[in-house]
């Protein structure tokens, strides 16, 4: 009887191993033929499933934001919005280990997007889906009251909050390994509590 394979299993494992290349070795080293070698796997098996050396770095990227989307999605509701919302906001900076390695992923591949006509899309897709997940969040904020809808311009907060939220990322990523995210959530509380109408002010 022929073995059944899971291919998105499969292919989430060529993606970590895609991960551990360039955490390793740098992201110029991530071919077809070392990542096969990394996964354990003969070249044209890992071909079946990423034909050419784009298609495993645009999975590689989206698994990054497949993560964190889970991460989120699998959250229990805080007591309140607004402890919902810092709690998701939470969740996209680099706070343990897994998060950490996301991140170093996700900044490196985000270099390498900016002359790489195959990944910018990829790339620029989760910039946008990273900017409505941060308006979604404000969003639900208003909805609760917790924030005043008249004096709130809603596009230009939701561009600061994205911006605040990467520039928490980056900074812990050049802080201590161990930093436990205490002052970035503060920051984050912070943001939100100058906000108008914020029912913490």
Same mark, same amino acid.
């Given at each position: ?95 343990? &280990?897994?998060? #950490? *390695?996301?991140? !170093?992923?996700?900044?490196?591949? =985000?270099? +390498?997007?900016?002359? %790489?006509?195959? @990944? ?11 900017? &409505?997940?941060? #308006? *979604?969040?404000? !969003?639900?904020?208003?909805?609760? =009251?917790? +924030?005043?809808?008249? %004096?709130?311009? @809603? ?47």
């Amino acid at each position: 009887m022929p073995k059944l394979i899971d291919h998105d299993a499969r292919e989430i494992e060529v993606a970590e191993a895609a991960w551990r290349v360039l955490l390793r070795d740098g992201i110029t080293k991530i071919s077809v033929r070392n990542v096969a070698a990394e996964a354990g796997l003969a070249t044209g098996s890992l071909r079946r499933s990423f034909p050419t050396q784009d298609s495993l770095l645009i999975f590689s990227l989206q698994l990054v934001q497949r993560r964190a989307r889970d991460r989120i999605l699998a959250l229990e509701p805080g007591p309140t919005p607004r402890a919902t919302a810092e709690a998701c906001l939470m969740q996209l900076l680099p706070l343990d &280990a897994d998060r #950490r *390695v996301e991140m !170093e992923v996700y900044h490196a591949m =985000g270099s +390498l997007a900016l002359t %790489s006509s195959a @990944l910018r899309p990829a790339y620029d897709q989760i910039l946008a889906d990273t900017r &409505a997940a941060c #308006r *979604v969040f404000l !969003e639900r904020l208003l909805r609760a =009251g917790d +924030l005043d809808a008249a %004096s709130l311009d @809603l596009d230009r907060e939701s561009a600061a909050l994205h911006a605040l939220v990467d520039g928490l990322a980056l900074h812990l990523l050049a802080a201590d390994p161990h930093d436990d995210g205490t002052h970035a959530a503060r920051i984050l509380s912070d943001y939100l509590d100058r906000l108008p109408g914020s029912t913490r002010a």
